[in-house]
């Protein structure tokens, strides 16, 4: 506690209450009156006033706003003195954004990096785009209050370390906080794109409201993020949301983690990309899978409607055991659209329980190859109570603006 | 709030923390004061006056324990001024437990139903049970606090109606808490049989240490009840943990739910009684695959083969997906042990990935077929704090204790 007021105080209680109303504002963005009263369970009173105090300190900002229908305030916290770095890295791409504390986004740009780069080509690429974001936004460097890092596949959760089995066969057994907070002097988490790709979800993306939230990432690797109760869930070991080794078909075709039949072994985008093969002159990348569908190619269509038939029979499972209000489809095919939506509703619609099938929403993520970064920056946000610069920030403002009202 | 205390004022706070304290171990059993601070959020301290208050005012007892082979001091509620009626309703039988706040079975028995009855005579002859046994442990019928009702299948959330699908099809369209809370004259709350069955593995059995486990109960049906964060996960309509109907063998036989080779039609006891008629003459039941497997009749142990494997590689996908510390296997074929575990053992660990395979423990439930009424008497007692039966007792004493204590 580094409050200077005796803990069982009023003044005391009012700087928890407050604290409480920005820890929910980072963590969940921007918010209603109403939706921070809930998720505090402050009073509305209670809540009117913290808010006020917050905008007088510059530290937040109103906007009118509609919630189911009425008309009412959203909540956003203000400003650039705080600002979460987001970073996505993929085989051959590096992508950096700037968020705000009012999950603004200041500044993003992303890079190519060549396949098969090394944990160190891939780590100083992204501090230097990272450097140049700052500079050109003219942030002070100070600012920046950490660092959010995704990276395809498997992630010991303890210590951030890249595990076997991941896409980036380079990176396994980097510890990433370790590593990437000591070249970039933050404090970086890290998980990875599939969870990362759920949180951007009820974070940045159309289903902000969503509390039952499965982020299905369909790449070279099928990953999923699971968010229950309105956040990440990780599971005993942290490996949670692993569904591209569900057992298809255990005559199926040998799969990489050694098994029969996985779904990656029937509709990760390298297997697409083998199915095209025979009926395809020269190489097919996953960028002419999206524009051949697009354009209607038959092949293409029927090695979607394949591969998303067989995606929805397992996200049925899925459905099934979670029962979440949504389902969204993300990675490099989801500009698809409805070409790859199509076949993998009616894979849900015929496997899943009849109740499950007709309720649960499947849509295409609306954030792109933006996912990750986005969500990369909002696991910063939401950790920021951590953070001592944030912490110091806030506590600052706020014992002064206390302080200045003592009774 | 009741409170006659003003809301800001010390003697409130002292108030709602010893709410929380007794919150806690109503929703959780008996419990340690370190494990009561980690719950809770108090200090050590605060505990440690709290728990000394609700002693003085015979509300809880202290034992002494061991806690990670420390010494500890578990508290637990006292005395049977509130007790918790537990109510499970099969196929053939009905089971009435009485509980304590204490988590402490007072009384319980189980009789049999004929096959096929109806809501009314499933109903009246929990009432009649219920009654026999709050007479005989002689305590006063007001202190019965409410009845939690287990039934087999899908029940609407909201309502508390049996659903389609329900392997008691007379109970179909029945609102259970309206009633059966008319019949009794008591709250009744009401849950599906997994979701109780897990709930009892972490109120009364074997790993109350878990947050992340998984009941799996194989009966006529198969249905799963999750808990996530040391709750149980209900999704977006309530219906989550159904795993019976998982689609294992899209050509395999035609499933009551229209879908073709679901669990169900692989793995229920059902289906192995059919496995088994054409190599037996007489009906068989399902007491008798466990008798037979037990013994190691050799064509009972390739059905339990069989079934187990394919139960083992659904339970796989689930493990997968939200990464259990255990899975606990419960109903009426629990008393097989090993012959039904092990080929399970095998099908979980050939179809999860290596790490969720090797970790992810998996046992036989050891409360066997008192899982689903003494998890309907926990659903009682963590809902405890809504009874006002209970909420005038404990408010009661609370303020009395307070008052007595006010400086």
């Known amino acids: 506690m580094t409050s200077p007021h005796s803990p069982g105080s009023q003044s005391a209680l009012r700087q928890r209450n407050r604290q409480s109303v920005v820890h929910a504002l980072l963590a969940g963005g921007p918010a209603t009156q109403a939706e921070l009263a809930r998720t505090t369970g402050l009073s509305n009173a209670t809540i009117s006033n913290i808010v006020k105090t917050l905008t007088r300190d510059g530290l937040a900002i ?6 189911s229908g009425r008309r009412a305030l959203s909540v956003r916290l203000h400003g650039s003195r705080a600002v979460a770095a987001g970073i996505d890295i ?17 500044a993003e740009e992303a890079h190519a990096l060549p396949l098969g780069h090394s944990a160190d080509e891939g780590m100083e690429a992204a501090a230097a785009l990272l450097g140049d974001l700052v500079n050109r936004a003219g942030i002070d460097r100070g600012a920046v209050i950490g660092a959010g890092v995704g990276l395809p596949g498997p992630i010991e959760r303890r210590s951030g370390t890249v595990l076997d089995g991941a896409i980036l066969p380079a990176w396994i057994g980097t510890s990433i906080p370790e590593a990437f907070g000591e070249l970039l002097g933050l404090e970086v988490l890290v998980d990875n794109d599939a ?8 974070a940045w993306g159309e289903r902000q409201d969503a509390t039952e939230l499965i982020f299905v990432k369909v790449g070279t690797g099928i990953g999923a993020g699971l968010v229950i109760g309105g956040r990440l869930h990780y599971g005993a070991l942290g490996t949670a949301g692993e569904i591209g080794h569900t057992t298809v078909d255990p005559q199926g075709p040998f799969c990489r983690c050694g098994n029969r039949g996985c779904l990656e072994t029937l509709a990760s985008t390298s297997t697409m990309l083998e199915s095209l093969a025979p009926s395809t002159s020269g190489a097919v990348s996953t960028a002419d899978i999206v524009r051949r569908g697009l354009a209607g190619d038959s092949a293409t269509l029927r ?5 998303g038939f067989v995606l929805g029979r397992v996200m049925a499972s899925l459905a099934n055991f979670v029962n979440p209000q949504v389902i969204v489809v993300g990675g490099p095919l989801s ?23 007709e309720t649960t929403q499947i849509v295409m993520s609306s954030l792109g190859d933006r996912a990750e970064a986005l969500g990369a920056a909002s696991l910063v946000l939401r950790h920021a109570g951590l953070s001592p610069a944030l912490r110091s920030l806030l506590d600052g403002k706020q014992v002064e603006g206390f302080t200045a009202r003592q009774p």
């Open 62 to 67: 109103t906007e009118p706003t509609t919630s």
């Open 90 to 106: 993929g085989r051959r791409h590096v992508r950096v954004v700037l968020a705000s504390m009012g999950y603004e986004v200041i």
């Open 303 to 307: 090695v979607l409607d394949d591969a």
């Open 195 to 202: 969870n990362l790709g759920a949180m951007a979800e009820i």
């Open 335 to 357: 500009a698809l659209g409805d070409a790859l939506l199509e076949p993998i509703r009616r894979g849900l619609v015929r496997h899943a329980v009849p109740v499950v099938g």
